[in-house]
């Protein structure tokens, strides 16, 4: 019988299933990071437990980490011993690979899985992150995990699982220039919203997806969670396999080889049957802008911001009264009049060398508007920023002044200095607009790196192809 | 885990949608490497009128009286009652941790999003699911019953209000057996540690680079 993806992965990690269908799931790749560990960790010694098997782990700081000074270490008390907590946690336990801050190799736990070659197809890969998502761009089953299930799968290296539906979204054509990754993301989470993949895993499909990058692919994956799936998923292709040939925790020579005839049949089958299917148009996706205070609430750049009188749904009526009073926003104001403080180029949605190259083919020769009080580039990695540095991306960034930073989370959640202040409204890579998840009482609107970057020297949003002729507009007494 | 058999408790309401795990217990507040004392950071951002940072005295910070859960009828109150998708967002079992310690022991929704869900039951949190009209009829009760209860009986997998209705809701039945005994899952896993192992092996030999 034909097979999706999901099924295929599904079945090879089986170890026990209960009558109920609780499966108990092999977990391949364990990623660990400081926020979500500690206290696992910690259960397992108070139970007198080891981890089941250390050469699955891979562990970085990042949600905790500055990205500026590191001359000065971690200021922050409380952060530096949550930091430190996972230095003595890998030092006691071991790992496969530890990335601690400072490390040329520490980042986004998200960017530096794949990077490295930890993330390999047909894994699973789980992660106390909700994020971890992203790596189902290489046919991974791969999600986030609460901090009990991190204890679980350091002590047993399987988790207690029900399969979840399968949904396939299938995107044809080819998206328009100046359309990416997020928003193709934004745009399917503004149809289905932040619940409509609540209980599925997505599998993302079609010839608009088999023409992403691996970048694009894990963008698309990381906000499968946004959607409200544990898990987005592509199938392997040789794009999967140019990518992952020659990375250090990669199979080499004969093994490379026999991983190969494995990875290819890591597709769903010709006639393979999905729980729900839905089908997108790239051509008719246009850059995204989140206006509200969930990822669904989002329009395209042309659009103005809704107005609640419109929608006839109490319950929804009254939360996008609620999104646009934080938002400070009117409704019917055109999005392209949304004026903006501050920037942020980063996270695990948006933070790899093609992101930051994107940007920067926007920024080069131009300055950021001077009604911009922060405009801050942070790489996923130490290796990101090493690649961006030696194509010269820091120069473009910093010549028009914006400011260049050391890897890490960042502003997607404000667990460092950088922040919003109340009242304070950002064009973000990130993946949240929630209330005060970028600082409380900051505004986070959602858009992709080009999109971040036009509204850097703009001021305001605009698609990337309008900023000379806004420039031209602004020389014309 | 503490067993969860039936809860006789106080309703509060919390009348939205798409609670995200953010709202529930802010960034700041995950930097604590301990399992407890989330409770009086529960909601922060809703329930006070300053920005809480971590190690504060609560006891002093100015409160939002409009918030639910600082109004007087709502005191003590063990049962949530909000609306779909609660819990959307990260995967922070800080979010559960602090409804536990807040005093929570149930929530009751139309909808939970699915690594909230989970972590629920790993805390000993019941998640109810009701369908939106007997959601609806909730709020209009507790609205109008000042401390209105609810009684939840997990053995029968039912709600039942003071008026003496009763909603009956669904529950994995490997899920209700732990919670009704307070097990603990790693305990159960480690009982296959055989099977674990056997896979383990033959997965080794079939595809070795996975254990590189």
Same mark, same amino acid.
């Given at each position: 019988?034909?097979?999706?993806?999901?099924?295929?992965?599904?079945?090879?990690? &089986?170890?026990?299933?209960?009558?109920?269908?609780?499966?108990?799931?092999?977990?391949?790749?364990?990623?660990?990071?400081?926020?979500?560990?500690?206290?696992?960790?910690?259960?397992? %010694?108070?139970?007198?437990? %080891?981890?089941? #098997?250390?050469?699955?782990?891979?562990? @970085?700081?990042?949600?905790?980490?500055?990205?500026?000074?590191?001359?000065?270490?971690? *200021?922050?008390?409380?952060?530096?011993?949550?930091? *430190?907590?996972?230095?003595?946690?890998?030092?006691?336990?071991?790992?496969?690979?530890?990335?601690?801050?400072?490390? $040329?190799?520490?980042?986004?736990?998200? &960017?530096?899985?794949?990077?490295?070659?930890?993330?390999?197809?047909?894994?699973?890969?789980?992660?106390?992150?909700?994020?971890?998502?992203?790596?189902?761009?290489?046919?991974?089953?791969?999600?986030?995990?609460?901090?009990?299930?991190?204890?679980?799968?350091?002590?047993?290296?399987?988790?207690?699982? %029900?399969?979840?539906?399968?949904?396939?979204?299938?995107?044809?054509?080819?998206?328009?220039?100046?359309?990416?990754?997020?928003?193709?993301?934004?745009?399917?989470?503004?149809?289905?919203?932040?619940?409509?993949? @609540?209980?599925?895993?997505?599998?993302?499909?079609?010839?608009?997806?088999?023409?992403?990058?691996?970048?694009?692919?894990?963008?698309?994956?990381?906000?499968?969670?946004?959607?409200?799936?544990?898990?987005?998923?592509?199938?392997?292709?040789?794009?999967?396999?140019?990518?992952?040939?020659?990375?250090?925790?990669?199979?080499?020579?004969?093994?490379?080889?026999?991983?190969? &005839? &494995?990875?290819?049949?890591?597709?769903?089958?010709?006639?393979?049957?999905?729980?729900?299917?839905?089908? !997108?148009?790239?051509?008719?996706?246009?850059?995204?802008?989140?206006?509200?205070?969930?990822?669904?609430?989002?329009?395209?750049?042309?659009?103005?911001?809704?107005?609640?009188?419109?929608?006839?749904?109490?319950?929804?009526? +009254?939360?996008?009264?609620?999104?646009?009073?934080?938002?400070?926003?009117?409704?019917?104001?055109?999005?392209?009049?949304?004026?903006?403080? %501050?920037?942020?180029?980063?996270?695990?949605?948006?933070?790899?060398?093609?992101?930051?190259?994107?940007?920067?083919?926007?920024?080069? =020769?131009?300055?950021?508007?001077?009604?911009?009080?922060?405009?801050?580039?942070?790489?996923?990695? =130490?290796?990101?920023?090493?690649?961006?540095?030696?194509? =010269?991306?820091?120069?473009?960034?910093?010549?028009?002044?914006?400011?260049?930073?050391?890897?890490?989370?960042?502003?997607?959640?404000?667990?460092?200095?950088?922040?919003?202040?109340?009242?304070?409204?950002?064009?973000?890579?990130?993946?949240?607009?929630?209330?005060?998840?970028?600082?409380?009482?900051?505004?986070?609107?959602?858009?992709?790196?080009?999109?971040?970057?036009?509204?850097?020297?703009?001021?305001?949003?605009?698609?990337?192809?309008?900023?000379?002729?806004?420039?031209?507009?602004?020389?014309?007494? | 885990?503490?067993?969860?058999?039936?809860?006789?408790?106080?309703?509060?309401?919390?009348? #939205?949608?798409?609670?995200?795990?953010?709202?529930?217990? $802010?960034?700041?507040?995950?930097?604590?490497?301990?399992?407890?004392?989330? =409770? $009086?950071?529960?909601?922060? *951002?809703?329930?006070?009128?300053?920005?809480?940072?971590?190690?504060?005295?609560?006891?002093?910070? $100015?409160?939002?009286?409009?918030?639910?859960?600082?109004?007087?009828?709502?005191?003590?109150?063990?049962?949530?009652?909000?609306?779909?998708?609660?819990?959307?967002?990260?995967?922070?079992?800080?979010?559960?941790?602090?409804?536990?310690?807040?005093? !929570?022991?149930?929530?009751?929704?139309?909808?939970?999003?699915?690594?909230? !869900?989970?972590?629920?039951?790993?805390?000993?949190?019941?998640?109810?699911?009701?369908?939106?009209?007997?959601?609806?009829?909730?709020?209009?009760?507790? +609205?109008?019953?000042?401390?209105?209860?609810?009684?939840?009986?997990?053995?029968?997998?039912?709600?039942?209000?003071?008026?003496?209705?009763?909603?009956? !809701?669904?529950?994995?039945?490997?899920?209700?057996?732990?919670?009704?005994?307070?097990?603990?899952?790693?305990?159960?896993?480690?009982?296959?540690?055989?099977?674990?192992?056997?896979?383990?092996?033959?997965?080794?030999?079939?595809?070795?680079?996975?254990?590189?």
């Amino acid at each position: 019988m034909p097979q999706t993806l999901y099924e295929k992965l599904w079945q090879d990690h &089986v170890v026990h299933q209960e009558a109920d269908g609780t499966a108990l799931i092999y977990i391949d790749r364990h990623l660990i990071h400081e926020v979500t560990s500690p206290q696992a960790f910690e259960g397992l %010694k108070l139970a007198g437990r %080891k981890p089941w #098997r250390v050469s699955s782990i891979m562990a @970085t700081a990042d949600h905790n980490t500055p990205t500026d000074h590191w001359d000065r270490g971690i *200021e922050d008390p409380v952060s530096r011993l949550q930091v *430190e907590t996972l230095d003595e946690n890998i030092r006691e336990f071991g790992a496969l690979a530890y990335f601690p801050f400072k490390d $040329p190799r520490q980042g986004i736990v998200h &960017v530096v899985g794949p990077e490295s070659g930890a993330t390999l197809p047909g894994m699973t890969v789980v992660c106390g992150d909700s994020h971890t998502s992203t790596h189902g761009a290489f046919a991974c089953m791969a999600h986030g995990i609460g901090t009990s299930e991190v204890e679980h799968v350091l002590a047993t290296q399987c988790l207690l699982q %029900k399969r979840s539906k399968t949904m396939q979204i299938r995107v044809s054509g080819v998206l328009g220039q100046g359309v990416t990754a997020k928003d193709l993301a934004l745009a399917v989470i503004g149809r289905i919203g932040t619940a409509g993949g @609540t209980g599925f895993a997505i599998e993302f499909a079609g010839s608009a997806i088999r023409g992403l990058s691996m970048e694009g692919r894990m963008t698309l994956c990381n906000m499968a969670i946004e959607a409200g799936a544990r898990m987005g998923m592509v199938a392997v292709d040789e794009v999967t396999i140019d990518y992952l040939r020659g990375r250090p925790y990669a199979p080499q020579g004969a093994a490379w080889d026999r991983a190969l &005839v &494995v990875w290819r049949k890591l597709h769903s089958d010709e006639g393979a049957r999905f729980d729900s299917v839905l089908d !997108f148009v790239a051509e008719d996706i246009r850059p995204q802008v989140t206006w509200g205070t969930s990822p669904e609430m989002v329009v395209s750049i042309d659009a103005c911001v809704p107005d609640p009188t419109d929608q006839p749904d109490a319950v929804k009526r +009254e939360g996008m009264g609620r999104a646009l009073h934080y938002m400070g926003l009117q409704p019917n104001m055109p999005i392209r009049d949304i004026r903006l403080d %501050k920037v942020f180029i980063g996270s695990c949605t948006n933070s790899r060398i093609e992101d930051l190259r994107a940007a920067a083919d926007v920024v080069r =020769g131009r300055k950021v508007a001077s009604s911009i009080q922060l405009a801050l580039v942070v790489p996923g990695s =130490g290796l990101v920023k090493q690649q961006a540095e030696s194509e =010269g991306l820091d120069r473009v960034f910093r010549a028009a002044g914006f400011e260049w930073r050391e890897p890490g989370c960042s502003m997607c959640l404000a667990m460092n200095a950088d922040r919003l202040e109340p009242g304070e409204r950002c064009a973000s890579t990130s993946n949240r607009n929630f209330e005060g998840r970028q600082g409380a009482g900051g505004r986070t609107h959602l858009v992709s790196p080009e999109m971040a970057a036009a509204a850097a020297i703009a001021g305001h949003f605009c698609e990337p192809a309008m900023l000379d002729s806004l420039s031209e507009m602004r020389k014309t007494p | 885990m503490d067993k969860f058999v039936c809860l006789d408790g106080v309703v509060a309401p919390l009348d #939205r949608a798409n609670v995200d795990t953010d709202a529930i217990i $802010p960034k700041q507040f995950l930097k604590s490497i301990k399992r407890a004392g989330f =409770g $009086p950071n529960l909601f922060d *951002e809703w329930r006070y009128l300053d920005v809480g940072q971590p190690g504060q005295d609560n006891s002093s910070r $100015p409160l939002n009286p409009s918030f639910v859960l600082n109004q007087p009828r709502y005191q003590g109150a063990t049962i949530l009652l909000t609306r779909k998708n609660f819990g959307c967002g990260s995967s922070r079992e800080h979010a559960p941790w602090a409804l536990l310690d807040f005093g !929570f022991r149930a929530v009751i929704a139309e909808s939970f999003a699915d690594i909230f !869900f989970n972590n629920c039951f790993k805390n000993g949190i019941l998640p109810v699911v009701l369908s939106a009209s007997e959601i609806d009829d909730l709020f209009a009760l507790v +609205e109008a019953t000042p401390a209105c209860t609810l009684l939840i009986d997990l053995e029968r997998q039912l709600v039942r209000r003071p008026d003496g209705r009763e909603l009956s !809701f669904a529950v994995d039945p490997f899920r209700r057996e732990c919670l009704l005994n307070g097990w603990d899952d790693i305990g159960l896993t480690l009982r296959h540690a055989d099977l674990i192992k056997a896979f383990e092996e033959k997965r080794r030999i079939e595809q070795p680079w996975l254990f590189a």
